[in-house]
């Protein structure tokens, strides 16, 4: 029934830097026949076991009539099975000791439980229910419809600046389905009917649309056998899933805009077209982020924040399975000048467009990275999630092991190279985020 | 080649084949026996000084973290209130021996994360770099220096976080429900003022690091890929000649609830939700005789999804993402909170189901099934907190803090499991207060006038999010900005939060999380 064992016990094979120390973490994988992936790593040091099922499936493989549709979904799946009455999924996992939730990004959905180890069997059982049959009657529907409306008020609407990724992505992106946010329009929401919730189920929820990741105390044989014995049956998908090839042409040209907005401070957010999580150019633009604003010493934080030029600033990449963004911010001190944060974050960025950053910028930056690293690995969750994410981007979870290397061996040269590559003004958009106070004294 | 192909297709088939025979997928699988859970021991020695040290081993991954407590009472500043904020700002930016630029460099070369506030200071990173960052850390605590830049500029952030915090109304909500509860003479509720903060000196900045940080009333702990040794030569090393010194003690009157409900209202103009609060003072403290029974309680009443708060008001009525509560322990005065953010046109109703559960889980005993269920999540929840060595740590310092047997937490799933539905419902006569409640919302004030029937005085008070009462008819229009002291505002997680759209089913229960 094992297809192919791809890899037992990954040791001592890794590229470090000089002085890293290393973390290992043993995972076995195989493909069922009905093409589920499976990963396990067994790590029995407290009586905890994580399973987790990831999906490939998520809000850019949405008609752009029907946004917010996976994440809708992933609501639904909450709802029960064949064999799980309605509203009994949460409660069976609870009142057997676990925790569950589940999200969905861009790109997947992610459905986990915390188990106490000996409850391995239900967990994988409440899994596999979801996968073959799940039940959505039209109650639960209406149900989770306003639920996800409500959610989306109280992370967007209600949110200072909450509506800024919205606000920032369909400016960004004209044709690829990263243009709207993972949680969609209320109103598509409010539209979903029945039929498209069978359909989407039918497509996407399907073993070999899906890596199942064990994580934690058990024993291989056991969750072999466990595994084989819920999930062996479930029937591959019938249709073929068609994705989305379309290639975003570049931004041709500096976008500007204003969104007046319930906010105190005014805001510069700045989008730059970046690219695809797991390149070679997103490690290295990933190290220029570190540089510019990780840590006390960071470059923002000491010729910005520290001369009072804003009262925060940050940047960041999405980690996007297509190209996506990198994303610089700025919010302005009470009484501050919001051009006054533009100019410096300007400033800063053609300080790293036309100069090499220094070797010990680039130490601290690596440094931070390896100590970010390390924590990840403090529980069994985050492992299985990583684990789970590498598989379903890469199609190699081995990567947990190697991820030091990604960044260790980033050149200065590189870090120049990336900024002149992606931080350029006709390639951003850039987002005044003003008080509604402004737009009537305009 | 060809043999083992068929032989696996074979293979395939039976096994697909036997399922089909044997499994019957209506069967809910029953547990395997339970692993047991080992409680490590934490090593415990104290200096002459009077700084008690908590060591914990765990070498599963390379880092280790150094984490100060200061265990003080708070001090009410009246005219000068924010002397902790901005101590807690200022403190980490310089010593006598490095300036801001120096140590932050320091810092990042190895990658480590530090802070020095008013309660607590932690320094934590890879073991390898051990010696460093303890070396950096004992400067940090030991030689700081406050500046009169640092001062400005803690000054221009904390007044710019107030102009934040008046676009957000969960934190605007969190504000005021705790003046609401405490009230203004209370440190709890103590607010200060631009004008306050401006008072502030440097001089008041050192004398509370003079007055409050000492050896003596402090624990350390120290956790990660350690050996008691290491850590002994550490803590010999940099922290054996820090004097001790007579630290000052505060005590207040308690705040109390009201004695009947009142319902306050906090205008927030084009608010897309409600937030709602319903909250009061109570006294309940960390480990008393009730801990247990009470804390099942409030899990059965809303500690997640499958509480009955979240149950009724999201899956029910889906007037809301999520609704929880919270009983919250305290050395001094502990609260009871349930919340929720909610459409505005509910925003009554689901006042009126929060007040239904409250009152039901006083009135009529919870079943045995419900006790069960909450007893198997709470056992869960104790074997996952096991997972972070630092929660072999907490239990240590607990044990220590509050004198308690030195098996208490060994024996805490025993206790647990003994409770009964009895105990259940005696907690929840004696935690649960309907009738005595602050019933607290942020929003827009279109939906105000439905909330009369809930306050008793039939009145709905408004105020605004620092806690003065304000005439409804006038839209606020305050210029003077306060603040509440002890809150600390991080802007950036709102950002963290949105990076990815995650559907959190229910909030994360960290009870037993350090």
Not at chain 2, 25 to 36: M, V, Y
Not at chain 2, 60 to 84: C, M, N, R
Not at chain 2, 384 to 395: C, E, H, K, W, Y
Request: aromatic share 10%; net charge neutral; hydrophobic share 40%.
């Amino acid at each position: 029934m094992l297809k192919k064992i791809l890899n037992v016990c990954i040791a001592a094979c890794m590229v470090f830097a000089a002085n890293a120390q290393k973390i290992n973490i043993p995972i076995v994988e195989y493909d069922l026949n009905n093409g589920l992936h499976v990963i396990l790593h067994q790590d029995n040091s407290t009586p905890n076991v994580v399973v987790s099922l990831m999906y490939h499936v998520g809000s850019k493989d949405e008609n752009p009539d029907k946004t917010g549709f996976a994440h809708l979904f992933e609501h639904l799946l909450f709802e029960g099975s064949e064999n799980i009455g309605r509203g009994e999924y949460m409660k069976i996992v609870q009142s057997n000791g676990g925790e569950l939730n589940a999200n969905t990004s861009n790109d997947r959905t992610y459905y986990y439980e915390l188990m106490p180890s000996n409850q391995l069997e239900l967990a994988l059982w409440m899994e596999s229910e979801r996968m073959l049959h799940a039940k959505i009657d039209s109650i639960g529907i209406a149900t989770q419809k306003n639920v996800v409306i409500e959610e989306r008020k109280q992370r967007m609407d209600n949110q200072p600046y909450g509506s800024f990724l919205e606000e920032v992505v369909k400016r960004a992106f004209k044709e690829h389905n990263y243009r709207w946010p993972t949680i969609g329009d209320p109103e598509h929401i409010r539209n979903a009917s029945d039929k498209d919730v069978l359909d989407f189920y039918k497509l996407y929820y399907v073993p070999d649309n899906a890596v199942l990741v064990i994580v934690g105390d058990f024993q291989q044989d056991n969750a072999k056998k466990l595994v084989i014995k819920y999930f062996g049956d479930i029937p591959r998908g019938k249709q073929q899933i068609k994705r989305s090839t379309i290639v975003e042409k570049p931004l041709g040209g500096e976008i500007r805009d204003t969104v007046y907005d319930n906010v105190t401070l005014p805001a510069i957010f700045m989008a730059y077209r970046s690219p695809a999580y797991g390149t070679k150019d997103f490690y290295a633009l990933e190290i220029l982020n570190a540089i510019l604003s990780r840590g006390n010493s960071s470059r923002f934080k000491d010729n910005i924040d520290d001369k009072k030029k804003a009262a925060q600033t940050y940047s960041m990449s999405l980690d996007l399975e297509n190209p996506g963004l990198n994303i610089l911010f700025g919010i302005a001190n009470i009484g501050g000048n919001i051009k006054e944060t533009e100019d410096a974050l300007n400033h800063e960025i053609d300080s790293v467009v036309n100069y090499y950053v220094s070797d010990e910028e680039l130490q601290k930056a690596i440094a931070t990275k390896e100590m970010e690293i390390v924590s990840a690995k403090s529980s069994i969750s985050n492992i299985a999630h990583t684990l789970a994410e590498y598989h379903t981007y890469f199609k190699n979870a081995k990567m947990i092991n190697n991820e030091l290397s990604n960044f260790s061996n980033i050149t200065r040269e590189e870090v120049k190279r990336v900024a002149e590559k992606y931080l350029k003004p006709e390639n951003r958009v850039v987002l005044y985020y003003l008080p509604k106070s402004m737009e009537k004294s305009k | 080649m060809k043999k083992n192909i068929i032989i696996l297709i074979t293979l395939a088939v039976c096994i697909t084949f036997s399922n089909a025979q044997t499994l019957d997928r209506s069967i809910q699988p029953k547990p395997a026996p339970a692993n047991e859970i080992k409680i490590k021991d934490a090593q415990i020695f104290t200096l002459d000084n009077g700084l008690k040290v908590f060591v914990v081993e765990d070498h599963k991954l390379p880092q280790v973290y150094f984490s100060f407590q200061f265990d003080v009472d708070k001090k009410i500043y009246g005219e000068k209130a924010g002397v902790t904020d901005v101590f807690s700002s200022i403190a980490g930016t310089a010593t006598t021996s490095k300036t801001k630029s120096e140590l932050n460099k320091a810092f990042d070369l190895i990658g480590a994360d530090f802070n020095f506030d008013n309660e607590s200071g932690y320094v934590s990173g890879l073991s390898k770099y051990r010696s460093k960052m303890v070396e950096l850390f004992a400067d940090v605590l030991l030689n700081p220096v406050f500046t009169e830049e640092e001062l400005d500029l803690t000054k221009t952030q904390i007044i710019s976080s107030l102009a934040y915090i008046k676009s957000d109304a969960s934190q605007m909500m969190q504000i005021v429900s705790q003046i609401l509860m405490n009230g203004k003479n209370h440190p709890n509720g103590e607010m200060f003022t631009a004008e306050k903060v401006k008072r502030i000196t440097i001089a008041d900045v050192e004398e509370y690091y003079k007055t409050f940080i000492a050896p003596n009333k402090t624990r350390l702990v120290i956790v990660g890929d350690i050996t008691l040794a290491d850590a002994k030569n550490e803590v010999e090393k940099y922290f054996k000649n820090w004097e001790k010194r007579e630290v000052p003690e505060y005590k207040y009157e308690q705040p109390v609830a009201p004695q009947k409900n009142r319902v306050a209202f906090v205008h927030k103009e084009g608010a897309a939700q409600s937030e709602i609060n319903i909250c009061y003072p109570i006294d309940y403290k960390f480990y008393n005789n009730d801990y247990f029974k009470a804390s099942l309680m409030t899990h059965i009443l809303g500690g997640g999804a499958s509480g009955r708060l979240f149950q009724n008001l999201r899956e029910t009525h889906s007037y809301t993402y999520g609704c929880y509560n919270n009983l919250v322990a305290n050395d001094v005065i502990g609260y009871y909170s349930a919340s929720a953010s909610v459409r505005n046109d509910v925003t009554d109703s689901a006042i009126d189901q929060i007040l239904f559960e409250l009152q039901r889980i006083i009135d009529t005993a919870v079943s045995e099934k419900d006790l069960a269920s909450a007893k198997a999540f709470a056992m869960g929840s104790f074997g996952r907190s096991l997972q972070q060595p630092g929660t072999v740590a907490r239990f240590a310092v607990a044990i220590e803090k509050y004198n308690l047997p030195a098996d208490y937490f060994k024996n805490y799933l025993k206790q647990l499991d003994a409770l009964t539905v009895a105990d259940i419902k005696e907690a929840a006569e004696k935690y649960i207060h309907p009738q005595n409640a602050w019933i607290i919302v942020v929003g827009d004030k279109k939906y105000a006038d439905k909330l009369k029937p809930y306050a008793t005085n039939g009145k709905i008070e408004f105020y605004d999010m620092y806690g003065n009462p304000t005439d409804e008819t006038i839209d606020e229009s305050d210029c003077t900005i306060y603040y509440l002291a002890g809150i600390v505002v991080v802007l950036l997680i709102i950002f963290i939060l949105m990076k990815r759209s995650a559907a959190k089913r229910k909030k994360e229960l960290d009870k037993h999380r350090s």
